[in-house]
């Protein structure tokens, strides 16, 4: 089957809202250097614009889209920029805006498929990282949810803690803080963000648990985010991190961030730069967790997180994450529609 564009990407034009019957034309096809296939192309019949089968793919415009699905998985297995290059035949550079460009894909693809999400019980902690050099401390929250570890959301942003008064390390920081000024703390803000972020995944007055640790913030936050719909459940830092824990599972998927994600490793020099390449990093990091990794070893191959809470019908690959671009919200091409023929909002209709 060939494929048929569903809407025109024009969004001033009455096509791409609407697309009447026979709203398109064909115009034949070309044949991009990059590929073994040639790509069809089309003219709306209202707006006059020309467009192709790749307008409505995320490696439009791409240069060596080959490397596109082997970028990616390097990029959530703990590899460097520089090496994920020398192995998939980039130079960092381009590695970088292809790290760039994936993140906003994943974080839109995302965002269309996670719209309700069918559980109560959600976990909340924060991982402390750097950016740049080891004085200038960031935090990581991540909240998911507890039977499956779907990652629901995660940000970052920088933090101020400063060492004890008197020491090396507390020279230094003021040192730095006198050239760059006082180091903002973020820390609430970024917690905030992540709870909004899964306030607005649940249905209308759902009321759900949060387990956390007994960090005073997470409380005023999760009171003033959920209200009433909330009981927050707090376990001690200190309690033994075994599988009885309730934090487990928000632990484990903390030391799988640090494991997937190079920057993220203690003790390494793959650290960001800037908190907000960390925030990009992390989109990868959460559709590769919930929609291609198996949730546990032990589960049945293609068992991901996002499949066992209904989101999706089964696992992706990598080159289907970075399929279809998802800049059209749920009217987007569905990342398993290997044609092109179903959007979100038809693969929810049935
Ligand atoms: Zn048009």
Redesign the pocket.
Known sequence: MSFVPP????N?????KKPEKR??TREGYYQPKCRTVRVPRFR??????GFSRQTFRHDYRDHKPHTNAATYLHLVSGVGLRQTGRLVGLDVHSVQGKLRKMSRTCRRLHANLCVELRASEFLLDEEETYENSSIRTVTMPVVIERKTWFVVAATAGPIRRLAKAGTRRRRWQERDEKKRGRRPDTSRACVRKTLEDLRRRLPEGAKIQLHSDLKSSYATLARSVFGDAVMHLRTPGCAARTTANPLFPINTTLAMTRDNNGRLRRKSWLVSKKAERLVEQMQLFACYRNYVRTRFNSDAPGETPGRLLGLIERNLQAHEVLGWAQLWGRRSIHPTSAEGDRTHDMAAAG
């Open positions: 809407f025109c990407p024009s001033i034009c009455p096509a791409h709203w398109f709306c019949n209202l707006c006059g614009r």
